[in-house]
Each structure stands twice: as structure tokens, then as C-alpha cells.
């Protein structure tokens, strides 16, 4: 089956603006994702007082790439031990063989 005929469209509503998405994936989860997105920039106008939707747009995206950037750190040094780990594990293996 070729992803064309896996497209659905989903229409979300993030920050009174309805939008209407194809998505490949479960549409819950396209929802979901404009729910967290609606909740984030909200919030954030919330504690902005007066600022356009265009600026709490990007503050909006630096706070996700924020947090994209530390889980990709978080799991970057979870590799490193999984793989340390990994290697001890497979001197002790070999330790235990001979």
C-alpha cells in the first residue's frame, strides 16, 4: 500500500486557528500533537500580557526545539552507557567462556 492511500486528514485547533493537516500517522496522535501545541502557546500568551501570535509562535517553537535539544542529549549519553555496558558485559561473557 503505497502512503498516498495511508494519508487521513485531521484538522486540529492551536491557538483559535483551525488547521486542516494530511497526516500519515494515527490521527489521535496529530491531535494530540496540536492539543500539546494549543496548551504551550496559551500558556505562554497567558504569562506574555500583550504580545501578537506570531511572536508567541516562536517562542512557542524555541521552547519545543529547547526541549527536543535535551532529550536528544538525554538520549545521546543513554547510547553511551547502553554501549559501555554493552562492551563490559561482553569482556565478562568472554571472561566467563574461556
Known sequence: ????AERK???VT???QTY???ATD?????EMLGQTV?????SIAQRAGNMDSQ?????ACLHLADRLRTIEHDLSSLKERVDEKTRHLSLLLDQAID
Open 9 to 11: 486528514t485531521v484538522r
Open 14 to 16: 492551536i491557538f483559535n
Open 55 to 59: 511572536r508567541i509562535a516562536v517562542l
Open 1 to 4: 500500500m503505497d502512503s498516498e
Open 38 to 42: 494549543d496548551e504551550l502557546m496559551t
Open 26 to 30: 494515527e490521527a489521535g496522535e496529530v
Open 20 to 22: 486542516t493537516l494530511a
